[in-house]
């Protein structure tokens, strides 16, 4: 039985047993675009900001929009796999792995953002020293401490009976996986371990990730500054997060089932379904950006209406209305229906909410200190190669990473669709059992509930 | 592939319990540094009551993560002799099952 499971999910292992030269060619493109992005910051290492297109008034510019835009990403795995897990979705199995995987390595990358800002990275030792908790930017690194600690734990809690299954079948890195199995064998005990310790960071990752998104809002909306000061600013950037969070799943799903041919795994009704939330996510996204608009709007303030008509019609409307056709009018069209050729329209759709949320992010952040409430002058912002080059390389870093992780780990999660397998089937149909109003308790599933 | 050469039991079980030491480190490290941001603003007289307010909640959310990572490493090492007797059983119902209903 385990031979012929093994055999079965051979697939999922042989990434990690063979590497091909579509490995090394990624790797090799991947590592310029790193390189460009460590020349760029090693030339504003040395020069200083004034290399960059930041000045007064407009001191934020890619750095921060890319640092909102990868936490939001991060969205993706933690809090998508957990609300999954809980809710018992069976579709789940062939995701999560790759979700939190997202998590970690984007908030890495997001994190990294706020050094690079600050230009000279030795100041953060000023933040551990002398830090003020009356700052929202103190909130947002405890919070992020928080995010990325629940994370990392997360992803590798459910790793570890996949771990074992690569210290007992391959040869290579031996000590490695050995020492991360943490002596695993899948005893009664060690399976009522784990089980919980999977339970409880599913219930704490969803609030924890929550509140991340919400702190990065608070960066802005606890300022007075024109088109920031918003109540709505929290849930917005939540919602925002999670719709460019499975975004990203839908991408690097599409990326790794083509490159690792993961298409007896990735099936088209899980993109149906993953593309169905990202329709909800779209409809949703539009409503709070209408809502936050309107307000806006409708109160007249004269300082709101310059950053208003800035986005609407002024230096920011081809970003403006880039954002509305790609978060909202393409995805919306092509997921509207999902009969056929579901992942091509999946992949379309995701490409273009990613390229909108990254817009999305700059329009919140450029266009208010383009024009602040404060007498300073007006100022429009322009990245120099720098930026562009620290932006390549961030975005290059990420699946750099990424890649190197499937080299090293299952990138689906071979225990749980074994589980799936042998015992998810009959556990749904007790299940559904129990939803139907006209049947009876099963048996079988009370006894197994213990109660 | 069965030819590999075995790793020593002794250096798995340091490293295995350096890694609960480094995260003992870096959550304990987080939680000291959320201390003497409250002590200094106390000191200061600098609106201690935010860091105590944010404090109050973050404290424990790191001593949940850690005790979570510990009690795994309890846990799992814990059983890690049965190893030896018993073949290899990695898969089929391992975690996952969010109200701990398996095993």
Redesign the interface.
């Known amino acids: 039985m385990?031979e012929r499971?093994d055999n079965l999910d051979a697939p999922l292992l042989a990434p990690i047993e063979r590497t091909g030269p579509g490995f090394y060619w990624s790797v090799g493109a991947l590592s310029v675009l790193v390189l460009w992005g460590a020349v760029a910051y090693w030339s504003q290492f040395s020069e200083g900001l004034g290399v960059t297109g930041l000045h007064q008034p407009v001191s934020w510019g890619f750095y921060v929009t890319n640092f909102v835009f990868f936490i939001g990403i991060s969205h993706a795995g933690t809090l998508i796999s957990a609300i999954l897990?809980?809710s018992?979705a069976e579709w789940r199995r062939p995701i999560t792995r790759m979700a939190e995987v997202i998590t970690v390595m984007v908030l890495f990358i997001g994190a990294g953002q706020i050094l690079v800002d600050l230009g000279r990275p030795d100041r953060m030792l000023n933040v551990?020293r002398?830090?003020?908790?009356?700052s929202p930017l103190?909130?947002d690194a405890?919070?992020i401490?928080?995010y990325l600690?629940?994370s990392i734990?997360y992803l590798y809690?459910?790793m570890?009976?996949?771990i074992?299954?690569l210290r007992?079948?391959?040869?290579?890195r031996?000590?490695l996986y050995?020492?991360l199995?943490?002596?695993?064998?899948?005893?009664?005990?060690?399976?009522?371990?784990?089980?919980?310790?999977?339970?409880?960071?599913?219930?704490?990752v969803i609030p924890?990730a929550v509140s991340v998104h919400t702190v990065v809002s608070f960066v802005f909306s606890m300022t007075l500054q024109p088109m920031w000061h918003s109540t709505i600013f929290g849930p917005y950037f939540v919602v925002g997060a999670i719709f460019s969070g499975i975004a990203a799943l839908i991408v690097a799903m599409i990326a790794f089932r083509r490159a690792y041919r993961l298409q007896g795994y990735l099936k088209p009704i899980h993109f149906r379904y993953l593309g169905q939330l990202l329709l909800v996510m779209s409809l949703l996204w539009f409503y709070f950006t209408f809502a936050e608009y309107l307000t806006g709007y409708y109160g007249s303030e004269p300082e709101e209406m310059k950053v208003f008509w800035a986005k609407f019609s002024g230096p920011f409307w081809p970003l403006f209305w880039g954002m509305a056709l790609t978060n909202f009018v393409i995805p919306v069209l092509t997921l509207a229906r999902l009969g056929r050729h579901t992942v091509g329209k999946v992949l379309i759709a995701s490409l273009s909410v990613l390229v909108g949320m990254w817009l999305e992010r700059f329009i919140i952040v450029v266009p208010t200190l383009s024009n602040p409430r404060l007498p300073f002058g007006e100022g429009i912002y322009g990245p120099t190669w720098v930026e562009w080059g620290e932006m390549a390389g961030s975005f290059a870093l990420f699946a750099l990473f990424y890649l190197l992780f499937t080299k090293l780990f299952p990138v689906i999660?071979?225990?749980?669709i074994?589980?799936g397998r042998?015992?998810g089937l009959r556990e749904v149909e007790e299940r559904l059992l129990t939803y139907l109003p006209e049947t009876g308790e099963p048996p079988v599933a009370t006894t197994?509930?213990?109660h | 592939m069965s030819e590999a050469r075995p790793v020593p039991d002794r250096t798995v079980r340091i490293i295995q319990w350096a890694m609960a030491g480094v995260a003992v480190l870096f959550i304990g490290g987080i939680i000291t540094w959320i201390s003497h941001l409250i002590r200094t603003a106390w000191r200061l007289k600098d609106v201690p009551s935010a860091s105590i307010g944010i404090s109050l909640v973050a404290i424990p959310v790191f001593l949940i993560l850690l005790s979570v990572i510990l009690y795994v490493f309890w846990g799992l090492l814990g059983d890690g002799d049965g190893r030896e007797q018993s073949p290899p059983r990695p898969a089929a119902r391992a975690g996952g099952d969010p109200h701990g209903e398996a095993g």
């Open positions: 385990a499971t897990r809980l018992k551990i002398y830090g003020r908790y009356q103190l909130w405890t919070s401490s928080a600690t629940a734990v809690l459910p570890i009976p996949d074992a299954i007992d079948r391959l040869a290579k031996k000590l050995t020492v199995a943490l002596g695993w064998t899948g005893s009664e005990r060690q399976q009522r371990v784990l089980n919980r310790a999977i339970a409880i960071m599913a219930v704490l924890i999660s071979i225990w749980e074994r589980e042998d015992v197994e509930r213990g």
